[in-house]
C-alpha cells in the first residue's frame, strides 16, 4: 500500500471547505426555488388582473342587458294585457277608437320587441384562456348556459315576428287603414301625412271571430316568450349576484 498517496489525499480531504461548498449549495437552490416562486407568483397575479378585467366587463354588459331585458318583459307583459282586452271585447262590436285601443292593436298586430343582447364579454369568457380566468364555479355555469337562454328566447322572438309579417300585419291592413296604429309610435309615425296617421272617418276594427282567433294565436304565443323571459331574468340576476360578490372578494 501507498501511504505516501494515502497521506495525500486525508490531507486534501481534511482541508476541503466542505461547510462552504455545503452553504453556497444550499443557496444556489434556495435561489432556484424562489425565482419559481417569483414566477409562479407573477403568474398567478397575471391571472388576477386578467380575471378581474374580465369580471368587470361582464358586470357592465349584463347590467345593460338586465336593464333591456326588464323592458322586453315590460312590453310582452302590456301585449299579453293587450291581447285580454281585445278578446274581451264583445263579438260583433265595434273596437273603440281611443288612444288606448289603438296601442293595443299596434302592440299586438304591428310590433314585437326582440332581445338582442351583445355578447362580446361572454364570447371572451367562452374563449379557452377566458373560461380558465373565472374560477367560480357557479358563476362559470351560469355564463356557459347563457348562450342556451339567449338562442330560446330568441326563438319565440322569431315565431312572433313571422306571426307579424305573415299573418298579423297582414290581417290588420286587410280590416282597416293602419296608419292610426302606426301612429302611436313616434318612431314609425315620421312623416306620415294627416290623413294617413288620423284618417276621418276611420274604418271601423270589429271583433269578430277572426280577429280573436288572431288575437288568442298572439296570446299563447306572447305567454311562450314570457316564460323564457322568466330564465333569462332570473340568470341575469345570479350573473350579476355572483360577480358583484366575485369582484368585491378580489378587491
Not at 5 to 33: C, D, F, G, H
Request: aromatic share 8%; with cysteine.
Amino acid at each position: 500500500m501507498d501511504f505516501g498517496a494515502y497521506n495525500s489525499v486525508m490531507t486534501t480531504s481534511q482541508t476541503l471547505p466542505w461547510k462552504r461548498l455545503l452553504a453556497e449549495a444550499v443557496a444556489i437552490v434556495l435561489s432556484i426555488l424562489l425565482a419559481f416562486a417569483i414566477d409562479a407568483w407573477w403568474e398567478d397575479r397575471s391571472d388576477r388582473h386578467a380575471e378581474q378585467l374580465l369580471l368587470q366587463r361582464l358586470k357592465a354588459d349584463f347590467t345593460e342587458i338586465q336593464s333591456a331585458i326588464l323592458m322586453i318583459e315590460a312590453e310582452h307583459r302590456e301585449s299579453s294585457a293587450a291581447c285580454v282586452a281585445l278578446m274581451s271585447i264583445p263579438e260583433g262590436s265595434q273596437v273603440p277608437s281611443t288612444p288606448e285601443y289603438d296601442r293595443m292593436v299596434a302592440l299586438v298586430f304591428l310590433t314585437s320587441r326582440t332581445f338582442n343582447p351583445g355578447m362580446g364579454a361572454v364570447a371572451a369568457f367562452l374563449s379557452s384562456e377566458g373560461a380558465k380566468l373565472v374560477d367560480n364555479q357557479p358563476l362559470a355555469n351560469l355564463l356557459l348556459s347563457w348562450s342556451g337562454l339567449v338562442e330560446d328566447l330568441q326563438e319565440e322572438d322569431i315565431f312572433l315576428q313571422q306571426g307579424l309579417a305573415l299573418r298579423w300585419i297582414p290581417f290588420l291592413k286587410s280590416r282597416v287603414n293602419i296608419g292610426p296604429y302606426l301612429a302611436v309610435y313616434p318612431e314609425m309615425n315620421v312623416g306620415l301625412p294627416a290623413h294617413i296617421a288620423q284618417p276621418q272617418p276611420r274604418r271601423p276594427l270589429i271583433a269578430d271571430a277572426e280577429l280573436v282567433n288572431n288575437v288568442l294565436d298572439r296570446y299563447k304565443l306572447q305567454q311562450i316568450a314570457l316564460r323564457d323571459i322568466g330564465h333569462v331574468i332570473h340568470a341575469v340576476d345570479e350573473i350579476l349576484r355572483l360577480l358583484e360578490g366575485d369582484i368585491e372578494v378580489r378587491f
